[in-house]
């Protein structure tokens, strides 16, 4: 099993139908040639007594409702990328056999493990519109051959006892070949590989001993290789323009499947996507999202991808989208034996992604004060992966109610008798001071632009409630409730 | 037929066997460190169930409990999630090391406040769940189709999360526990270690009975 090939059947269709969400389930076929000539090429399941050959007006006339589409060329390079993709996540010596076709070298490669991948691979491909058939054996031809049979993977021990039940036109003999052949009543390869190369090589030529060695699947040739992605990017256009998030989001996760594969083949996560919108008037919508946790899921990223578009308007229709992601080594990381880590690390992160996403990044978060004595200055940061052990209590511990602030502080006027404040006046409360404790007076940064000089005060209203008040040089406010 | 206890009895028997995850009793979720609040909820709150606890201005404690939740979770090592409806907050006022277990989303309003709630509810990573909506207007807040509580319910239902909704007035239709503050702090209570206030603080129980919670508490 040295080889692989992964094939698609009708990869024209396929590649159309991946790319349209108003073709899924629908008999939909492909047609070459224009007006009466227009001939189908590829025909879905759905288009009952539609086959290739057939006129594109009996095609209509068979299957009422059937659509006809011309092939999409820039469908079929995205499903391309797809299927290589796919491939280089086997092995990294991967040949682009042909359009909906890939040959990969897989030799020195675990073949349990290899296995174990292309099934995965297979079922990965259909989940995205790209039902890939994958055939191994120890020949590219043979792996062909095993290819175009596998369900969706079939592995080829014994080459002679596979290759002997395949018709002959598996070997795509030329029309005189099959001709004769017929007339010795040879139907199969194992019937054409019974006789000596030599004796059909005298008999048929250069040509038919070609054959002969296409029929034992022994042809070797040496692979053209193609280099893998560097660059994770993908671009695409709508016409017309669309001003939904709906066809946004099929597409979208259309190409982050392929991103995804791409990044995994490549051995890496993504650990920044940068989505821009192109717009009709010519402008265009960009943003960057850092994932909460780097990594190649396309559920991950389309959720949070999801919770920005749903929260987007734009000035015009979306005339293009541009998805790149930004490459990073997996994380590694070990937990410590007593950590208390999370239970579900993905649900984590994607909901602090979608808070971020509901009432902005800057507004979730761990707090944690700044060094400084000015008031309510802290930071919110990125909430630790595991709760560290708590730290022995302060020497000092807190006194008093704690307070609660209002942001920003209320405007205030206080009568101040003794120069302590008597009577309070603002939107949150307002009444008799009947006891004030203070002032607290607190400065800093007094050598830059940005000083600040603060004088607190707490009071007891008459008809309750505790209350800070702040006096600046811009007068008094109310900070918060003492609660 | 039965009559009377043996009657509840049954009716009870069979409801747990045809339901057995909505009459499941729910462990005890993490205590707040005020006496009061914990001796009226049974030991703390309760896992998996929504708690209501009202404080009307001026009536005072209710940043209070949330310092002794925020204290006693970090103790614990687990994570507590403070969705701020009116971004109230302050970080400063309590112990820094106490902060390092939590997640603070600062909403600016009810709308914000509900989805945030309702994202942290679900995800099964916190010990507790604090929806702070204290310092919104007590009219728009009655204005919340009683569905959006339902629906936060039914969320904590499924999870392990302690949910304590702090409000302005009594807010949660069918909520199994509710607590009121019923007195305003006084200066004189600014000079008292913290502990002390917490253990000093009054706390009604508005719905419930003290048995009940210890029942639901497990």
Same mark, same amino acid.
């Given at each position: ?44 399941? =759905? ?79 259909? #989940? ?8 191994? @054996?120890?020949?590219?031809?043979? @792996? ?9 993977? #079939? ?13 002959? @036109? ?66 695409? &256009? ?13 597409? !979208? ?14 051995? @890496?996560?993504? =650990? ?17 999202? #850092? ?14 991808? !999801? ?9 015009? #229709? ?33 909901? !602090? ?71 309070? &006046? ?39 409630? !505790? ?6 040089? &811009? ?9 | ?66 310092? /002794? ?18 971004? /109230? ?45 204290? /310092? ?83």
């Amino acid at each position: 099993m040295n080889y692989a090939v992964l094939w698609v059947r009708d990869f024209a269709l396929h590649a159309l139908r991946r790319s349209d969400p108003a073709l899924a389930g629908r008999p939909v076929a492909l047609i070459a040639g224009e007006g009466r000539r227009a001939v189908v090429t590829e025909a879905a399941p =759905e288009a009952a007594g539609v086959a290739p050959g057939l006129a594109a007006t009996l095609a209509m006339a068979r299957c009422p409702g059937i659509v006809l589409r011309p092939r999409d060329p820039d469908a079929e390079v995205e499903a391309n990328r797809l299927l290589l993709a796919a491939a280089f996540t086997l092995a990294p010596r991967v040949e682009f056999t042909g359009p909906g076709c890939c040959t990969v070298d897989l030799q020195g490669a675990d073949p349990a493990r290899t296995e174990a991948g292309m099934r995965l691979r297979a079922a990965e491909l259909a #989940r995205a519109g790209l039902p890939a058939r994958i055939g191994a @054996a120890a020949t590219p031809l043979l @792996a062909a051959y095993a290819a175009r049979g596998a369900e969706p993977v #079939r592995l080829v021990a014994d080459a002679h006892a596979f290759l002997a039940p395949l018709p002959l @036109a598996v070997a795509e003999p030329a029309p005189a070949q099959a001709e004769i052949l017929r007339g010795w009543g040879i139907r199969t390869l194992g019937q054409l590989t019974a006789l000596p190369k030599a004796e059909v090589g005298r008999r048929l030529g250069t040509d038919g001993a070609a054959l002969w060695e296409r029929a034992a699947g022994e042809a070797i040739r040496v692979l053209r290789l193609v280099a893998p992605p560097t660059t994770f990017i993908a671009e695409w &256009d709508y016409d017309p323009p669309v001003e939904s998030v709906e066809p946004l989001l099929f597409r !979208l996760r259309r190409y982050a499947e392929r991103l995804a594969l791409e990044l995994r083949a490549a051995g @890496a996560v993504a =650990e920044k996507l940068t989505l821009r919108l192109f717009l009709e008037d010519e402008t265009e919508h960009g943003r960057e999202f #850092r994932l909460p946790e780097p990594g190649a899921e396309v559920d991950l990223w389309l959720r949070v991808l !999801l919770a920005h578009l749903e929260t987007v308007r734009t000035g015009a #229709r979306v005339t293009g989208v541009r998805l790149a992601a930004t490459p990073a080594r997996p994380p590694q990381k070990q937990d410590g034996l007593f950590d208390t880590g999370l239970r579900d690390p993905a649900a984590f992160w994607e909901n !602090l992604a979608r808070l971020g996403a509901l009432v902005g990044d800057d507004r979730v978060g761990t707090p944690a004060p700044r060094d400084t004595h000015r008031p309510d200055a802290f930071a919110l940061g990125k909430p630790a992966e595991t709760v560290p052990a708590p730290e022995p209590p302060p020497v000092h511990p807190p006194r008093g109610p704690v307070l609660r602030r209002f942001r920003p502080p209320w405007p205030a006027r206080v009568v101040c008798a003794a120069e302590r404040p008597v009577q309070l &006046d603002s939107e949150p409360a307002c009444g008799a001071v009947r006891a004030a404790a203070g002032p607290w007076r607190s400065s800093g940064d007094w050598w830059k632009p940005e000083g600040w000089t603060v004088e607190t005060w707490h009071v007891e209203l008459a008809g309750g409630g !505790l209350y800070q008040l702040a006096r600046t040089a &811009d007068g008094w406010s109310v900070e918060g409730m003492l609660d | 037929m039965p009559r009377g206890p043996a009657t509840l009895a049954a009716l009870r028997s069979l409801l747990a066997a045809r339901f057995p995850e909505k009459t499941r009793r729910t462990g005890g979720g993490p205590a707040t460190g005020v006496a009061a609040v914990d001796e009226a909820l049974g030991g703390g709150l309760p896992a998996g169930r929504l708690t209501e606890l009202v404080a009307a201005p001026p009536a005072g404690g209710a940043q209070l409990v949330l310092a /002794g939740l925020l204290a006693a979770t970090r103790g614990a090592r687990q994570r507590l999630a403070l969705v701020d409806g009116a971004d /109230g907050f302050a970080p400063d006022a309590v112990p820094a090391d106490h902060l390092r277990h939590l997640v603070w989303v600062r909403c600016r309003g009810a709308e914000e406040a509900f989805a945030a709630g309702d994202l942290l509810v679900r995800d099964g990573n916190y010990a507790a769940v604090v929806l702070d909506l204290r /310092g919104l207007a007590a009219r728009a807040l009655r204005r919340r189709p009683a569905t959006a509580w339902y629906r936060l319910q039914r969320a904590a239902e499924g999870g392990a999360a302690a949910v304590l909704v702090l409000t302005p007035v009594a807010l949660v239709p069918a909520v199994p526990r509710r607590l009121a503050l019923p007195a305003p702090l006084t200066l004189a209570d600014g000079r008292a270690p913290r502990a002390d206030l917490a253990a000093a603080l009054a706390v009604e129980l508005e719905r419930g009975t003290a048995a009940a919670a210890e029942e639901l508490a497990g």
